[in-house]
């Protein structure tokens, strides 16, 4: 409902009938009057976006000390009490954003020491390794695979001398895309079109950045952030799918239904995160590293809160709802996972 002054005039502005009461019956619009100063403009932007009338509050109290309540509610019709869940999942996942990509802007100063550099004592040390030792040493940079004494002097004079990726696909060192193509051409490499693709990315970022590893894990951990938001909204309808899966002998149960389940989900994470983020960084200007415990507990408050919210609204007994929690967060993790990937190496083409 609007602040603005009722007109005295019954004519409806929008479609011309005749107003009884506050609204039109037959276009719903409120009969008040045009005229708003840009004060009453923006009011009505925020309390219809947010309906913080009192509608917001209360629904983010029962969100957050009531799991799995709000959804039930939805599911059931009571609805007019409480916010709409995709108006507050927008307008959450906005706060949410907003304050993340302000606390965290990663620059090349905090990547300085991702550069693989040996001093004089730590090459003393490698040397007098042995031969297990120095396996073990050697598979932190290969993948799990030791490195002869000589293959690792290679790896490192390349690291150190202009090249940020060594030997991830790119076996034979190829420096140019024509050095490659004419292997290719040649016969000497036989790769896939995925395998060509990522050769070819793999030589242009070591010409693009050459040895500025700490540039490039910057531009690539920015460009990451800025699909933290797609991956979220991917996984919302994967996460609802999969409960939907879970649920399946459950046909009272739709595949909004889940949807809606999630989405309150989603609200009550984002809310936890902006509070574990609050903490970390009053930890970093403070150093207090007892508050690290604190995000651990909040972790563990939101397993819990899942626990007790699919207890809520599916209504089944403890033993059910314990094995479709634990069923619902591993597949939930390993999607979660995939998508990182995924999006991590649409990431690193975009640099």
Known sequence: MSHLPQRKEKNCLNCGTTVIGKYCHNCGQENIEPKESLWQLISHFFNDFTHFDGKFFST??????KPGFLSKEYMTGRRVAYLNPVRMYIFT???FFLIFFSLFQPNESEFKNSKFELNGKTQQMINSMSPADFNDFTKVFNHGTPMSREEFSHYRDSMQN????HSLL???????????DSALNAGVVKDGWLKRNLVYKEI???NKYHSQQAKFFSDFVNSLMHHFPQMLFISLPLAALMLKLLYMRRKQFYYVSHAIF???FYIFVFIAMLLSMCISRIEEVLKWNWMNYINTLITFIILFYLYKAMRK???QRRAKSILKFFLFSFSFFFTIVFLFVFFA????FQV
């Open 93 to 95: 996942s906005f706060i």
């Open 313 to 315: 609204f599916y209504q």
């Open 170 to 180: 790119n076996k034979n060192n190829y420096t140019t895309k024509e050095q490659y």
């Open 60 to 65: 983010l109290k029962d969100l957050l000390f």
């Open 345 to 348: 190496l649409v990431s690193i």
């Open 204 to 206: 242009g970022i070591n």
């Open 262 to 264: 999630a989405i309150h």
């Open 162 to 165: 202009g090249t940020i990726f």
